[in-house]
């Protein structure tokens, strides 16, 4: 028996040894894909809302800038992110490679991160910011493709939560840890906090096994081949007075390479037996029968075709596939509604980051540690929320309850009770109403929020599952899209029209936007009515 086969129970030796092996095991499991695509998730974000605190410190009293100034920082970090993703994400989905981009993405968030805490002047912040950007895109759509790599199904939108638990710590919590580092040991001691976080995730990150690796180790294309290449006797041999006819042939083939057969049903799964045995094309008056599968594997760009009238074999044809690109993706109405969603639903949370300090300054007088306690209103409910919203979320019987706005209904009712909370936000007049206010918008921020990003990843999963890290990239671009607007428009209207108004045109946002995600389940609902997607032969939704 070779060492690579010896569990962590069969190693022998001390207790060292065997925690090493156990280590060593573990570095290859879906789960240490997803706590090493978590912390980087959480590194990109939490470098966002850092400066959160100490902005008016930096920018106003010390470099005499004007407010619509933080705006602009805010926006550069969101341009660099819509540079950094899509290209990551196009070298990492066509070349099937994760570990290296990632890494050259931890190692410039470090860098920039000191670049920032060394910058003098406006414009150095400025290059400093964009460049955190740039460093951030690419890590986070890397890390969301890894996830979606190793978390198939319904399993991918518990994974999913749990990664958004990072997400929101990392972009609400920033601002919590900027105040308290910032207060003791200044900008300097923001740059070794990030400087650490990300050398410790680029130290798990090179100890991670890539994902197409511990792919192959979970369901192995070689080994579906095998088992249909052994069924082949049964299409050869097989008597049909035994098995019934040669259709039942071909499915007891099918039943030994489950790997083969993909996923068309509403929910992303992978068909079962009877939905492939309805798909048999049976011919009037014969016993002829054919299955074309196509098959989602790289050793396979193919189909797979079982005809049982001429050979009883099966045979394995080349088909060339298509690589999905971005804009394929953008035709997909599910994808192109999430990515409105991420703009209005990430942009509404951003909304506080510019404006709540400034406001919170100006008519409580409140100081840096004050105002990074009241964020955390925004961020404890949110991560605990999270992980949660995403095991629902990805639970069939639920979203059958709600057919066919599914994870819809969530994004739609979430946004609107935000909506409404946000809207009364102008009405409290003191720090303890603010911060039970706070609280009820980052639990309607995480029911909204989460289910985007199982969303798209189930639904790039339907089309072949090529283009996670290109589908994660676009969610990148919308949430830079709001990071880049929301911060950079706020600031101004506020100071015209006052903190209230500025709230009300945050809720207005989140209404717009839960309208637009409500136009395709409506449709859906008032041609095919509520019936028909329920029940085994449901249509899919959403």
């Known amino acids: 028996m070779s060492l690579d086969n010896l569990s962590a129970d069969d190693y022998g030796g001390n207790g060292y040894a065997r925690f090493f092996r156990k280590c060593n ?6 789960a240490a894909v997803l706590i090493v695509s978590t912390m980087a998730v959480f590194t990109d974000t939490v470098v966002y809302g850092l400066i959160v605190p100490f902005l008016p410190d930096i920018l106003q009293d010390k470099l005499g800038m004007s407010s619509s100034s933080n705006g602009l ?19 990492s989905d066509r070349w099937k490679i994760r570990k290296w981009p990632m890494i050259l993405g931890l190692v410039g968030l470090g860098a920039t991160s000191v670049l920032f805490a060394l910058s003098n002047a406006y414009w150095e912040l400025i290059v400093a910011r ?23 199904g319904e399993s991918m939108g518990q994974a999913m939560g749990i990664a958004f638990s990072g997400f929101t710590l990392g972009y609400l919590g920033g601002p919590v840890l900027g105040g308290a580092i910032y207060s003791g040991g200044g900008v300097h001691a923001i740059a070794i906090f990030v400087g650490a976080i990300a050398v410790l995730d680029l130290v798990f990150r090179l100890l991670l096994v890539e994902p197409k690796t511990i792919l192959s180790a979970q369901s192995s294309p070689t080994s579906s081949f095998a088992r249909l290449e052994q069924n082949e006797k049964l299409l050869r041999f097989g008597d049909e007075s035994r098995s019934g006819s040669r259709n039942q042939i071909a499915l007891q083939a099918l039943r030994s390479a489950p790997a083969l057969i993909p996923s068309t049903g509403g ?5 079962s037996i009877m939905e492939i045995k309805e798909s048999l094309e049976i011919r009037p008056g014969t016993t002829e029968s054919r299955i074309s599968l196509p098959v989602p594997l790289d050793r396979s760009k193919t189909a797979i075709s079982v005809d049982s009238s001429t050979r009883n074999s099966v045979e394995v044809q080349e088909q060339p596939k298509r690589r999905t690109t971005m804009l394929d993706l953008l035709k997909e109405w599910p994808i192109l509604a999430c990515c409105l969603a991420t703009v209005t639903i990430t942009g509404a949370a951003g909304s506080f980051e510019p404006t709540l300090p400034i406001y919170m300054k100006e008519k409580y007088d409140s100081s840096i540690i004050v105002i990074s306690v009241v964020f955390i209103a925004l961020v404890i409910p949110n991560v605990v929320i999270a992980p949660l919203v995403g095991k629902y979320t990805s639970d069939k019987r639920v979203l059958n309850k709600v057919a066919p706005y599914g994870r819809f209904a969530f994004m739609i009712g979430g946004s609107i009770l935000q909506a409404i909370i946000i809207a009364c936000m102008g009405a409290i007049s003191n720090i303890a109403g603010l911060v039970v206010t706070l ?19 189930e639904h790039v999963e339907r089309m072949g599952g090529d283009a996670y890290a290109k589908v994660y990239a676009l969610f990148n671009i919308a949430y830079s899209v709001g990071v880049i607007i929301v911060p950079t428009v706020l600031p101004p209207i506020m100071n015209a029209v006052g903190f209230a108004a500025t709230m009300g045109v945050v809720a207005a946002v989140l209404v717009f936007g839960a309208l637009v995600l409500a136009i395709q389940p409506t449709i859906m609902l008032i041609k095919h009515g509520r019936h028909a997607y329920i029940g085994d032969n449901a249509r899919p939704f959403l």
């Open 25 to 30: 095991e573990f570095r290859s499991k879906p």
């Open 73 to 91: 920082l805010f926006g550069c970090f969101g341009i660099g992110v819509l540079i950094g993703a899509p290209v990551s994400a196009y070298i």
């Open 130 to 152: 964009l460049a955190q950007g740039i460093s951030s895109g690419i890590t986070w759509a890397i890390g969301l493709g890894m996830i979606a790599d190793v978390y198939p």
């Open 267 to 271: 929910m992303g799964k992978t068909n």
């Open 439 to 457: 609280v009820f918008v980052g639990l309607m921020g995480g029911i909204a929020a989460v289910p985007i990003m199982s969303t798209m990843g």
